[in-house]
Structures are given as structure tokens and as C-alpha cells.
């Protein structure tokens, strides 16, 4: 997709923590950041989904509730989002 086209996506967002290793899923607008130029963009968050840490346990499965990346299908067509890749 092109730099300057605005689009709202979805994805299982990540802290990048091996040792917290939190995530979260969430649906954002992306557009392009024309102050600053390609390739930056600005992300407004329209959803979240719950958050987790410990994700390497699967949290989740316990709680008997839908993992990121299930809570995340759920909405994406509310929200006319795609999968970020």
C-alpha cells in the first residue's frame, strides 16, 4: 500500500519484552505523517482488545477467553480493518 493512503488495520500488538513479553490486540488509523514525510505515519488507536502479560503462558486458555489474535478476527469487519502484515 502507499505511504500516503490513510487505512485502518489490525494487529496483535507486541512490548518487544522477552522477559513482560505483554500483547494486546488492537485496531488503528494509519496516515501519513505529511509534516514529517515518507516514511512516517501516525497511528490513532480505535479498538483495544484485553491486555496481556505473560503471553507466553497462554493467560488466555485460563480464563477461557478468546486469545489476541481471535479477539482481534471478532472485529476487524466492525471496523472495515485488515491484518497488518
Known amino acids: 500500500m502507499p505511504w500516503g493512503e ?3 488495520v489490525g494487529r ?3 512490548c518487544q519484552d522477552e522477559t513482560c513479553d505483554c500483547t494486546q490486540a488492537v485496531i488503528e488509523k494509519i ?3 505529511l ?3 515518507p516514511p512516517w505515519i501516525r497511528r490513532e488507536r480505535l ?3 484485553t491486555f496481556y502479560t505473560d503471553s507466553w503462558e497462554q493467560p488466555w486458555k485460563d480464563e477461557k477467553k478468546p486469545s489476541p489474535k481471535e ?3 471478532e472485529h476487524l469487519a466492525e471496523y472495515g480493518a485488515v491484518l497488518e502484515e
Open 47 to 49: 479498538w483495544s482488545g
Open 35 to 37: 509534516e514529517a514525510g
Open 71 to 73: 479477539e482481534l478476527q
Open 12 to 14: 496483535v500488538w507486541w
Open 31 to 33: 496516515t501519513p505523517n
Open 6 to 8: 490513510e487505512r485502518i
